[in-house]
Structures are given as structure tokens and as C-alpha cells.
């Protein structure tokens, strides 16, 4: 079977592909407009989900991760005033697991948002995160 590519689409000819698609949609949805995520940043997100759902990526797991890219962006308060206090510590739950277990998926979200200086500062102190 093919592997299949992500596409940013190139002079308004070709269009961007479904999995950019669905992560711009997942990333309003929690509540970060796509274009404060740079298009290098989006393309290593969907080669992620690519190496965990070799088959195809659930149309959840879009949620979870622009959620946890959410969370990472905004920070705590932000990220509470628009998802509410039970979302935040779902999300603060994700990341100490995260930590915990440094080779995980969201890890390997987390680290992402960090390397891209994406990762809000309070995020980066509360869990002492460093890029080393």
C-alpha cells in the first residue's frame, strides 16, 4: 500500500489534503485559528499521527491533538475560559502523563510545540519542560 502524502496545495492549484484539512478544522474547533500554527509546525502533526495510525488517523484523534496543541499554545487560564475547567485538566492530565512517559504521542506533541517555541511559557515552567 502507498503511504499517503499531506499536500499544501502549491500556487492555488493544487489544493491542501484532507489530513491539513481536518487539522485546521480540529484546530478552530479548539478554539486556535490554524493560521497562528505555521504550515512546517501542521505537516510535522499529521507525520505524527501518519507514524501513530498507520491506516488512517480516527476523526477523533484531530480533537485530541489540536486540543493538547491548544493547551500547549494558550496556556492554562485561556485555555479554560474557552473549554471549560474539565477540558483543562484533561489536558493538564495528558501532559504530566506526557512527561512521565517521554516517548508517548502527546510527548511527542508536546515536545513539538516546545522545539517550535509555539509552547506558552507558563506551560513550559509549570512542567519544566526543556528542549535538552
Known amino acids: 500500500m502507498a503511504q499517503r ?12 489534503s484532507g489530513d491539513l484539512r481536518q487539522l485546521d478544522i480540529a484546530l478552530r474547533g479548539a478554539d486556535l485559528h490554524p493560521a497562528l500554527v505555521p504550515e512546517g ?3 510535522t502533526i499529521v507525520n505524527l499521527m501518519k507514524d501513530r495510525w498507520p491506516d488512517e488517523p480516527p476523526p477523533q ?32 492530565r495528558r501532559i504530566e502523563d506526557a512527561v512521565e512517559a517521554s516517548d508517548s504521542f502527546d510527548a511527542q506533541i508536546v515536545l513539538m510545540t516546545l522545539h517550535a517555541k509555539l509552547i506558552n511559557p507558563e506551560v513550559v515552567e509549570r512542567y519544566g519542560l526543556s528542549a535538552g
Do not use: N
Open 5 to 16: 502524502r499531506s499536500s499544501l496545495g502549491f500556487l492555488g492549484m493544487f489544493g491542501r
Open 41 to 43: 509546525v501542521k505537516l
Open 61 to 92: 484523534a484531530y480533537t485530541a491533538v489540536a486540543q493538547l496543541v491548544g493547551y500547549c499554545i494558550a496556556g492554562s487560564d485561556i485555555f479554560e475560559r474557552s473549554h471549560g475547567p474539565q477540558q483543562r485538566q484533561e489536558m493538564e
